[in-house]
Protein backbone atom coordinates (compact mmCIF):
# COMPACT_ATOMS: atom_id res chain seq x y z
CA UNK A 1 0.00 0.00 0.00
CA UNK A 2 1.00 3.89 -0.90
CA UNK A 3 0.02 6.51 1.35
CA UNK A 4 0.21 10.02 -0.16
CA UNK A 5 0.30 12.83 2.17
CA UNK A 6 -0.29 16.58 0.59
CA UNK A 7 0.79 19.86 2.81
CA UNK A 8 1.52 23.84 2.22
CA UNK A 9 -1.69 24.80 1.09
CA UNK A 10 -2.75 28.03 2.76
CA UNK A 11 -4.57 31.37 2.17
CA UNK A 12 -2.88 33.69 -0.11
CA UNK A 13 -4.03 36.83 -1.90
CA UNK A 14 -4.42 37.21 -6.06
CA UNK A 15 -0.73 37.53 -7.77
CA UNK A 16 0.88 35.54 -4.65
CA UNK A 17 2.81 32.08 -4.66
CA UNK A 18 2.71 28.88 -3.06
CA UNK A 19 4.54 25.58 -3.15
CA UNK A 20 2.42 22.29 -2.54
CA UNK A 21 4.21 19.08 -1.55
CA UNK A 22 3.30 15.07 -1.85
CA UNK A 23 5.24 13.17 0.62
CA UNK A 24 4.76 9.46 -0.75
CA UNK A 25 5.77 6.37 1.90
CA UNK A 26 4.63 2.51 1.87
CA UNK A 27 5.39 0.24 -0.81
CA UNK A 28 6.34 2.24 -4.08
CA UNK A 29 7.51 -1.06 -5.64
CA UNK A 30 7.85 0.14 -8.70
CA UNK A 31 8.23 3.28 -11.01
CA UNK A 32 5.54 5.33 -11.08
CA UNK A 33 4.02 8.54 -12.81
CA UNK A 34 2.80 11.04 -10.37
CA UNK A 35 0.00 14.04 -11.10
CA UNK A 36 -1.72 16.72 -9.37
CA UNK A 37 -5.59 17.70 -9.47
CA UNK A 38 -7.87 19.86 -8.04
CA UNK A 39 -11.40 19.87 -7.33
CA UNK A 40 -13.09 23.22 -6.47
CA UNK A 41 -16.62 24.05 -4.47
CA UNK A 42 -19.57 22.64 -6.72
CA UNK A 43 -17.01 21.32 -9.17
CA UNK A 44 -16.02 18.19 -10.77
CA UNK A 45 -12.34 17.18 -10.10
CA UNK A 46 -9.97 18.57 -12.63
CA UNK A 47 -6.68 17.46 -13.50
CA UNK A 48 -3.81 20.13 -12.90
CA UNK A 49 -0.44 18.65 -14.21
CA UNK A 50 1.53 15.41 -14.69
CA UNK A 51 5.37 13.91 -14.75
CA UNK A 52 6.63 10.90 -15.56
CA UNK A 53 8.74 8.43 -13.64
CA UNK A 54 12.05 10.31 -14.90
CA UNK A 55 11.08 13.88 -14.52
CA UNK A 56 11.95 14.89 -17.98
CA UNK A 57 8.26 14.39 -19.17
CA UNK A 58 5.71 16.64 -17.72
CA UNK A 59 2.03 17.95 -18.88
CA UNK A 60 -0.26 20.84 -17.90
CA UNK A 61 -3.67 21.91 -17.42
CA UNK A 62 -4.32 24.98 -19.98
CA UNK A 63 -5.28 26.74 -16.51
CA UNK A 64 -1.74 26.20 -14.91
CA UNK A 65 0.55 26.55 -18.23
CA UNK A 66 2.68 29.72 -17.55
CA UNK A 67 2.24 29.95 -14.02
CA UNK A 68 2.66 26.18 -12.23
CA UNK A 69 5.73 23.73 -12.11
CA UNK A 70 5.79 20.47 -11.55
CA UNK A 71 8.60 18.87 -10.38
CA UNK A 72 9.87 15.45 -8.19
CA UNK A 73 12.92 13.84 -6.26
CA UNK A 74 12.24 10.36 -6.76
CA UNK A 75 15.16 10.20 -4.04
CA UNK A 76 12.98 11.92 -1.30
CA UNK A 77 9.73 10.21 -2.71
CA UNK A 78 8.76 13.76 -2.56
CA UNK A 79 6.41 15.51 -5.63
CA UNK A 80 6.05 19.54 -5.65
CA UNK A 81 3.54 22.05 -7.22
CA UNK A 82 4.57 25.71 -7.78
CA UNK A 83 2.32 27.84 -8.16
CA UNK A 84 2.71 31.56 -8.93
CA UNK A 85 0.68 34.25 -9.99
CA UNK A 86 -2.40 32.81 -7.78
CA UNK A 87 -6.02 33.59 -9.11
CA UNK A 88 -9.34 33.35 -7.27
CA UNK A 89 -10.22 30.95 -9.61
CA UNK A 90 -7.22 28.28 -8.26
CA UNK A 91 -9.23 28.32 -5.31
CA UNK A 92 -9.68 24.61 -4.62
CA UNK A 93 -8.83 21.27 -2.37
CA UNK A 94 -5.38 20.35 -4.26
CA UNK A 95 -4.81 16.51 -4.70
CA UNK A 96 -1.91 14.53 -5.70
CA UNK A 97 -1.76 11.01 -6.97
CA UNK A 98 0.43 7.74 -8.31
CA UNK A 99 0.15 6.07 -11.25
CA UNK A 100 1.44 2.48 -10.74
CA UNK A 101 -0.08 1.54 -14.47
CA UNK A 102 3.25 3.91 -16.63
CA UNK A 103 6.11 5.54 -16.16
CA UNK A 104 4.91 8.65 -18.12
CA UNK A 105 2.51 11.40 -17.62
CA UNK A 106 -1.12 11.35 -18.27
CA UNK A 107 -3.83 13.36 -17.12
CA UNK A 108 -6.68 10.88 -16.88
CA UNK A 109 -7.61 10.58 -13.38
CA UNK A 110 -8.89 7.01 -13.97
CA UNK A 111 -5.42 5.88 -14.75
CA UNK A 112 -3.80 6.47 -10.96
CA UNK A 113 -4.12 4.11 -7.98
CA UNK A 114 -3.14 6.28 -5.07
CA UNK A 115 -4.37 9.33 -3.73
CA UNK A 116 -3.76 11.98 -1.06
CA UNK A 117 -6.35 13.36 1.54
CA UNK A 118 -5.33 16.89 -0.40
CA UNK A 119 -4.40 20.05 0.80
CA UNK A 120 -6.40 23.45 0.50
CA UNK A 121 -5.61 26.41 -1.70
CA UNK A 122 -7.52 29.80 -1.05
CA UNK A 123 -7.37 32.78 -3.05
CA UNK A 124 -8.56 35.62 -1.74
CA UNK A 125 -9.08 39.30 -4.47
Known amino acids: QVQLVESGGKLVQAGGSLRLSCAASGRTFRPYAMGWFRQAPGKEREFVAS????????YYADSGKGRFTISRDNAKRTMYLQMNSLKPEDTAVYYC??????????????????WGQGTQVTVSS
Open 51 to 58: ISWSGYST
Open 97 to 114: AVDFRSLGATPEGDEYDY
